[in-house]
């Protein structure tokens, strides 16, 4: 009962914030918010900025009545490597708080895994409007306690390519993460990550967007698939800009005991642009 109250309290505040963020105008020039909000659209646009997640799920099974908050710190550095080609860093730092899970040792707080991907990127589209990158991605055994963490060190290959058309843009990223050292006692890791999307921008600057953040555990032989359909609102205040987010997740599949139904995702992002 606990959790479901707060995940209701959690809503009505997403939905408080995203309305009244909605009636802010963005007061940037008309092109510079069309191109911003374009930008935060491509996961790998020449563009520094910070998404501040917040995430909030329940469980079920064995782990009913049990909820994980996660902030993820997500910064995002691009880097010029010629005149043809950008190098874009993409960070993920979790900070987690689990409880109500049965096995007390379940319920700790604390820094996650940190996850880090490096996009090797033309700086122009194809001919044909593509726009990709690609390179490796690395899992690092940050966590704080080892409830919160795999205790492996991860490699791997990362790309991702998407089009932009007008308002719309459609596209894929993914990746796959192997173990390749840590702790001997715990489980390997050997799970690929796939994260179609779609989004459209309307005159405003509001973006609506829908993905899957897939997973699936080679060694479980499980899929993790949340659907997020998202709103989020490009805005000004004073000389800076943010682009607020709140989204629904529905868990289409994951483990045994593990999230489960719906959960919530509200997000302010940071822009530095140039």
Do not use: C
């Amino acid at each position: 009962m606990k959790g479901i109250k707060l995940k209701s309290y959690a809503y009505i505040l997403a939905a408080a914030v995203i309305g009244f963020m909605l009636t802010l105008p963005v007061n940037a020039q008309e092109d510079k918010g069309v191109e911003l909000a374009k930008k935060l659209a491509n996961p790998i646009a020449s563009l520094i900025s910070v998404p501040l997640q917040y995430n909030y799920d329940e469980y079920g099974g064995v782990n009913d009545r049990a909820s994980v908050s996660r902030l993820n710190i997500q910064p995002v550095i691009p880097f010029s490597l010629s005149e043809d080609w950008n190098l874009i860093t993409r960070t993920i730092i979790p900070l987690v708080d689990q409880s109500d899970f049965p096995v007390a040792s379940m319920n700790e707080s604390g820094l996650g895994d940190i996850t880090a991907s490096q996009f090797f990127s033309p700086k122009s589209p194809t001919a044909g409007g593509w726009i990709w990158g690609a390179g490796p991605v690395e899992l690092l055994p940050t966590a704080s306690d080892e409830a919160l963490g795999g205790e492996k060190w991860g490699f791997g290959p990362t790309a991702v390519v998407l089009k932009q058309s007008g308002p719309w843009t459609i596209g894929f990223l993914g990746n796959h993460l192997w173990s390749v050292a840590g702790d001997d006692d715990r489980a390997d890791i050997n799970a690929t990550f796939l994260q179609p999307f779609v989004s459209y921008i309307t005159k405003t600057k509001t973006t609506i967007g829908v993905n899957t953040e897939s997973t699936y555990d080679w060694e479980a032989e499980q899929w993790s698939v949340p659907v997020i359909a998202q709103v989020a609102q490009l805005f000004k205040i004073g000389p800076h800009i943010f682009q607020f987010a709140v989204a629904a997740k529905h868990w289409a599949e994951s483990p045994d005991n593990g999230p489960e139904d719906w959960g919530l995702r509200v997000q302010l992002t940071l822009l530095f642009p140039k």
